[in-house]
C-alpha cells in the first residue's frame, strides 16, 4: 500500500506500507528518491502489523522505485499509480 498526505508546507508525504512478514527478512524500498541506494529506507515493523517507511518529497514530484527483499530479489507494488519499464511510479 501507498499512502499520501499532504503537508502543511506544500510537500507530500509518500509512506510505503508492507505486511511485516511478506515476504519474510528486510525489505527496503529504492528509488529515485534515494539514488537507488539499498537499505536507505528499510521498512521498520509498526505495531499494527505491517512494516513501512516515509518520504517527504516536492508536490508534482513523479517517483520511481521498486522494492528490494533478501538475496537481491526486486518486488513490485502492485498499489503503485503507474509503471515505467520495471519500475513503480507514484506521483505525489
Not at 499512502?3 to 510505503?16: E, L, M, Y
Not at 511485516?20 to 502489523?49: A, I, K, M, Q, Y
Not at 518520504?55 to 503503485?80: C, I, K, M, T
Request: proline share 5%; aromatic share 8%; glycine share 10%.
Amino acid at each position: 500500500m501507498i499512502r499520501k498526505t499532504q503537508q502543511r508546507d506544500g510537500r507530500v508525504r509518500i509512506t510505503f506500507v508492507l505486511p511485516v512478514d511478506e515476504p519474510d527478512g528486510p525489505v527496503s524500498v529504492v528509488g529515485c528518491f534515494n539514488d537507488w541506494t539499498p537499505g536507505e529506507h528499510e521498512l521498520r515493523r509498526r505495531s499494527n502489523g505491517t512494516r513501512s517507511t516515509t518520504v517527504v518529497v516536492d508536490q508534482g514530484s513523479r517517483l520511481r522505485f521498486r522494492y528490494l527483499g533478501p538475496n537481491g530479489h526486486w518486488f513490485d507494488d502492485e498499489h503503485a499509480d503507474d509503471r515505467d519499464g520495471q519500475d513503480n511510479l507514484v506521483l505525489a
